[in-house]
């Protein structure tokens, strides 16, 4: 079994370029899987059998898994059995044919425009640390990237002459423009707050945290939770939030799915088009809630 997690592993790495958290997730799946074909079914991985796949949904639903936690494993084994199939171990996939139960898709909670302006205007600039959030802030709603690719962001990534961001991310690279606001906050806190932060000259790092070192996601997690709190917005903030209401408010006011997709750096058009759901939900809304003759009985 410890062969094919780690060949699995590998692929998942090299040649697919996924996350660490999918790669996390989906090889947690297996392995999770392979103990329950040993201990329950007497089975190893590759004498795997459609029936055998069919039993572990129902018996992790007979264990309290959501429909979520189920589909995204039946993507997980998908995936790995693909892979078998590629490498010639197994003849079939038989998670192939397996369907999750369909959930109801929630959409993405995004802030008002009001609200993110509240939002961006917690941390005060008084002294580097909130020199420096207020960049952070200021980057993420900008650009709409990720935690992980906001915390993996080096010094030579942003070009503030030319008001825009690099970033590379899963074996891809996209370039975003940026906003003055946002290369007003990134001009300050880089020439006058980092150096005051950064102990090691020879450190790349674009954010850092108090202590000279990298910013962690776990860290980065806190500064959001704290500013939250602090505007006293009830809405559950995470950065993925500012992500969601960069793309919506794009979406709002005019930018076509193609150009959004480019700047979250969506591999497929589908994950974008949530957004165009969600513009509607809430024009329909503010429809029923604002014209006059919504709640008239026919």
Request: proline residues 4%; hydrophobic residues 35%; neutral net charge.
């Amino acid at each position: 079994m410890e062969n094919y997690i780690a060949g699995y592993t590998a692929y998942l790495e090299k040649e697919r370029h996924s996350s660490s958290n999918t790669v996390a997730s989906y090889v947690r799946d297996v392995m999770q899987f392979a103990r329950y074909l040993q201990e329950d079914e007497h089975v190893e991985l590759p004498d795997c059998q459609d029936e055998h796949v069919e039993r572990y949904m129902t018996y992790m639903a007979g264990r309290g898994k959501s429909p979520a936690s189920v589909a995204r494993c039946i993507a997980s084994l998908k995936s790995f059995y693909s892979f078998l199939l590629s490498r010639g171990v197994v003849e079939r996939n038989p998670a192939r044919n397996t369907t999750p139960v369909r959930t109801e898709r929630k959409f993405p909670q995004i802030l008002t425009g009001k609200e993110v302006e509240l939002f961006l205007e917690q941390p005060q600039c008084v002294d580097a640390k909130g020199y420096r959030d207020h960049a952070m802030l200021e980057l993420l709603y900008a650009t709409g990237i990720r935690v992980s690719e906001l915390i993996s962001l080096d010094l030579d990534d942003v070009n503030l002459p030319a008001a825009f961001l690099r970033c590379s991310s899963r074996g891809r690279e996209r370039i975003i423009p940026l906003y003055a606001a946002a290369v007003k906050a990134l001009s300050d806190y880089i020439k006058d707050i980092r150096p005051q932060i950064v102990l090691d000259s020879r450190e790349q790092a674009l954010f850092v945290n108090m202590n000279g070192e990298r910013m962690s996601r776990q860290g980065f997690w806190k500064i959001i939770k704290y500013y939250q709190e602090k505007a006293q917005i009830d809405k559950d903030i995470t950065p993925h939030t500012l992500r969601h209401s960069f793309a919506a408010h794009l979406l709002e006011n005019g930018a076509d799915l193609r150009s959004i997709q480019e700047m979250l750096g969506h591999a497929d058009i589908s994950s974008t088009q949530i957004y165009s759901h969600l513009v509607k939900q809430k024009l329909q809304d503010v429809y029923h809630k604002a014209h006059p003759k919504a709640h008239s009985r026919v």
